[in-house]
């Protein structure tokens, strides 16, 4: 029996004795840092006197009233039931809730649990996701890509309708032409005209109110190329990008550059050809894109030597002779006679005249658009469909007025040379004929017309070129040459669109 005894007594000590007291390396009671003894759940709670309402598409940061780990744990983990709303993340350490909301939300009880290594505590949280205005934001940087006729997309880097249907996307000032908003504020479509960086601010507008986002957008050409506007009664309905300067060879390519002399000796076709091959937007000039240059520039007062337009003479370049060749440009417009042997001051037709630059309306300036080499246009008239003057009969070599023009220029059905292909804005009209009292001529800059014979040439040459006199202008044609001629006063110029 006191055998028995010992045996109950033995076992009720060692089911009593500390399993720490076996571990010699924490004498403290400590197993990797926590205090057995003394360890709890987590203490934390949230304040529940604030209302926590939140707003889509605002942060949010929500931290808890106290959290304390209780001894040496750390949190392990924070979950929450039911779980938060998208766009909200609970912080596993910490028990913050932070994010975007995206979605309203009616007020809701959430339950946080809070784990460490001695259990877990909940807390209640009352959340409430209310509507808001719209929020988002564009790329902060300059948008440098836009190109007239290339599509062109620019999204918000993000957008939040703020929880209500957005009414409207509006931009002020307004896009460039070709470009829409759609109720995501998103920008897409083909721009028709060039652009000077703009801030646009668009702003977007749902129940609630409106919000505003920017971004700075240029719609440019490419480098060595000037807007030019588009002219609806030419039926030229778009910008397009024109050669600032005739084509030079730069290093084995064909480029608009300012230095090096322009490229000759070269007939309409390789002309062509050397244009397309910069790419698929680049093209020879056609007679429509010229003309809506030259109609443009005549409009302008700093290119008469009046300064008003219309009045005096039209400056037409380098077209005296002096020096007998062709002549580099400048990047600085201001160096409008380099290389002639004239200047500022001059009278008109004693010098004046031969002013190598001439201004758009929209404030571009192109070089040597008259006189220094002639340029090849892609427009052709067949010989029969030449405008001749009727009192001569048939068309010659010799050069003519414009306004002495007055046959197949419109009278008949299938007349290829109408007024809008070769016409002055000054070259006035009376039943259809030029009137030879109230047009300017060719003492004016405008330029002359040489038609060939009727068996001969068709290709359309425009501008004149260093020893044209007053035959070259704006307005200056030819149609006396085939499209084999490679001369050395004949170059070329190429639009991009």
Same mark, same amino acid.
């Given at each position: 029996?006191?055998?028995?005894?010992?045996?109950?007594?033995? =076992? /009720? #000590?060692?089911?009593? *004795?500390?399993?720490?007291?076996?571990?010699?390396? $924490? !004498?403290?009671?400590?197993? &990797?840092?926590?205090?057995?003894?003394?360890?709890?759940?987590?203490?934390?709670?949230?304040?529940?006197?604030?209302?926590?309402?939140?707003?889509?598409?605002?942060?949010?940061?929500i931290v808890p009233k106290i959290l304390d780990s209780q001894g040496a744990s750390i949190v392990k983990s924070c979950k929450s039931s039911p779980e938060l709303p998208d766009g909200l993340i609970l912080e596993n350490s910490s028990c913050q809730i932070r994010g975007?909301?995206?979605?309203?939300?009616?007020?809701?009880?959430?339950?946080?649990?809070?784990?460490?290594?001695?259990?877990?505590?909940?807390?209640? =949280? /009352? #959340?409430?996701?209310? *509507?808001?205005?719209?929020?988002?934001?564009?790329? $902060? !940087?300059?948008?440098?890509? &836009?190109?007239?006729?290339?599509?062109?997309?620019?999204?918000?880097?993000?957008?939040?309708?703020?929880?209500?249907?957005?009414?409207?996307?509006?931009?002020?000032?307004?896009?460039?032409?070709?470009?829409?908003?759609?109720?995501?504020?998103?920008?897409?479509?083909?721009?028709?005209?060039?652009?000077?960086?703009?801030?646009?601010?668009?702003?977007?507008?749902?129940a609630k109110g409106s919000t505003k986002a920017s971004f700075v957008l240029g719609i440019i050409c490419p480098t060595g190329y000037i807007n030019v506007p588009a002219n609806s009664e030419l039926e030229m309905l778009n910008d397009f990008c024109v050669a600032k300067?005739?084509?030079?060879?730069?290093?084995?390519?064909?480029?608009?550059?300012?230095?090096?002399?322009?490229?000759?000796?070269?007939?309409?076709?390789?002309?062509?050809?050397?244009?397309?091959?910069?790419?698929?937007?680049?093209?020879?000039?056609?007679?429509?894109?010229?003309?809506?240059?030259?109609?443009?520039?005549?409009?302008?007062?700093?290119?008469?030597?009046?300064?008003?337009?219309?009045?005096?003479?039209?400056?037409?370049?380098?077209?005296?002779?002096?020096?007998?060749?062709?002549?580099?440009?400048?990047?600085?417009?201001?160096?409008?006679?380099?290389?002639?042997?004239?200047?500022?001051?001059?009278?008109?037709?004693?010098?004046?005249?031969?002013?190598?630059?001439?201004?758009?309306?929209?404030?571009?300036?192109?070089?040597?658009?008259s006189g220094n080499v002639a340029e090849w246009v892609d427009w052709s008239v067949s010989n029969s469909k030449k405008a001749f003057h009727s009192m001569e009969g048939t068309s010659v070599f010799s050069w003519r007025d414009w306004k002495k023009i007055d046959r197949?220029?419109?009278?008949?059905?299938?007349?290829?040379?109408?007024?809008?292909?070769?016409?002055?804005?000054?070259?006035?009209?009376?039943?259809?004929?030029?009137?030879?009292?109230?047009?300017?001529?060719?003492?004016?800059?405008?330029?002359?017309?040489?038609?060939?014979?009727?068996?001969?040439?068709?290709?359309?040459?425009?501008?004149?070129?260093?020893?044209?006199?007053?035959?070259?202008?704006?307005?200056?044609?030819?149609?006396?040459?085939?499209?084999?001629?490679?001369?050395?006063?004949?170059?070329?110029?190429?639009?991009?669109?």
């Amino acid at each position: 029996m006191a055998f028995k005894y010992l045996l109950i007594v033995i =076992l /009720f #000590l060692v089911s009593c *004795t500390n399993p720490f007291e076996s571990d010699p390396k $924490n !004498e403290a009671g400590q197993i &990797g840092g926590l205090d057995k003894q003394n360890g709890q759940p987590p203490t934390f709670s949230y304040e529940l006197s604030i209302e926590n309402i939140a707003t889509v598409g605002s942060n949010l940061l929500i931290v808890p009233k106290i959290l304390d780990s209780q001894g040496a744990s750390i949190v392990k983990s924070c979950k929450s039931s039911p779980e938060l709303p998208d766009g909200l993340i609970l912080e596993n350490s910490s028990c913050q809730i932070r994010g975007v909301p995206i979605e309203p939300l009616e007020e809701t009880k959430f339950i946080i649990t809070a784990l460490n290594d001695f259990g877990s505590t909940e807390a209640l =949280l /009352f #959340l409430k996701v209310e *509507t808001g205005l719209p929020v988002f934001e564009y790329q $902060n !940087e300059v948008v440098k890509d &836009g190109r007239i006729g290339k599509n062109f997309y620019l999204a918000p880097k993000a957008f939040n309708n703020g929880g209500l249907p957005i009414t409207s996307c509006t931009s002020t000032p307004d896009l460039p032409e070709g470009l829409v908003l759609d109720n995501s504020c998103t920008i897409s479509g083909t721009p028709v005209r060039s652009n000077k960086q703009t801030n646009y601010s668009i702003s977007a507008k749902n129940a609630k109110g409106s919000t505003k986002a920017s971004f700075v957008l240029g719609i440019i050409c490419p480098t060595g190329y000037i807007n030019v506007p588009a002219n609806s009664e030419l039926e030229m309905l778009n910008d397009f990008c024109v050669a600032k300067f005739e084509m030079k060879k730069n290093r084995g390519f064909i480029s608009s550059i300012a230095s090096e002399f322009p490229e000759v000796n070269i007939n309409r076709d390789d002309a062509k050809a050397q244009c397309k091959f910069l790419g698929p937007s680049y093209a020879l000039i056609t007679n429509q894109e010229w003309m809506t240059i030259a109609r443009n520039i005549e409009l302008v007062g700093s290119n008469w030597s009046s300064g008003i337009s219309g009045v005096g003479v039209l400056a037409r370049g380098h077209s005296d002779g002096n020096p007998n060749n062709s002549l580099q440009a400048s990047e600085d417009d201001s160096q409008s006679f380099l290389f002639t042997e004239n200047r500022v001051g001059q009278l008109p037709n004693a010098g004046w005249e031969q002013k190598r630059t001439l201004k758009l309306a929209n404030g571009e300036v192109i070089w040597d658009f008259s006189g220094n080499v002639a340029e090849w246009v892609d427009w052709s008239v067949s010989n029969s469909k030449k405008a001749f003057h009727s009192m001569e009969g048939t068309s010659v070599f010799s050069w003519r007025d414009w306004k002495k023009i007055d046959r197949n220029i419109g009278e008949n059905i299938d007349d290829i040379m109408l007024p809008s292909t070769w016409s002055s804005s000054f070259v006035k009209f009376i039943n259809g004929i030029p009137s030879a009292e109230l047009s300017l001529d060719r003492k004016s800059g405008i330029g002359s017309y040489s038609a060939g014979h009727v068996t001969l040439g068709g290709a359309a040459i425009r501008g004149g070129a260093w020893t044209y006199s007053d035959h070259a202008g704006a307005f200056s044609l030819i149609l006396s040459s085939p499209e084999t001629r490679a001369t050395s006063n004949v170059g070329f110029r190429c639009v991009w669109r």
